[in-house]
């Protein structure tokens, strides 16, 4: 995986390629704007469809179905299928989904951190008008 500095120094054009692609293909997997809440959702226990879209505001179904689809594809969650009377269908976090778990923990900090910056930019400027 390429870094984004060589000791100390700007990386070069190889390296820089190396980790464009790299994010790329991170960003290909989980981004957008639901996939990250859909397993964060999932990381409380098996959830139904119907689940889920209560818990996430704001996903329709048509966008939650075309999420869990393309999370399914690339390996981060499970669709059970039980065969009762309804038929019961649950998503499940697999342990793939468990990789993303530094990812989450630094963005989770990073977006709680750039809020504050944000709110306090806010009030100075405030401070500033009055």
Known sequence: MAKLK???SAPSAVQCKETLKSIADALYAIGG???LRIIVALK???KR???LQR???GISAKVLSAELKELEINGFIKRN???TTPVVIE???TDYADTLSGVLGSLSEWGAMH???IKRAMRKKAELNA
């Open 81 to 83: 299928v039980y065969s």
């Open 6 to 8: 060589v000791n100390g």
């Open 33 to 35: 704007k639901w996939k």
């Open 44 to 46: 409380e226990g098996n």
């Open 115 to 117: 809020k504050e910056k």
């Open 49 to 51: 469809f119907n689940d």
């Open 91 to 93: 998503y499940e976090l």
């Open 55 to 57: 818990v996430i505001d």
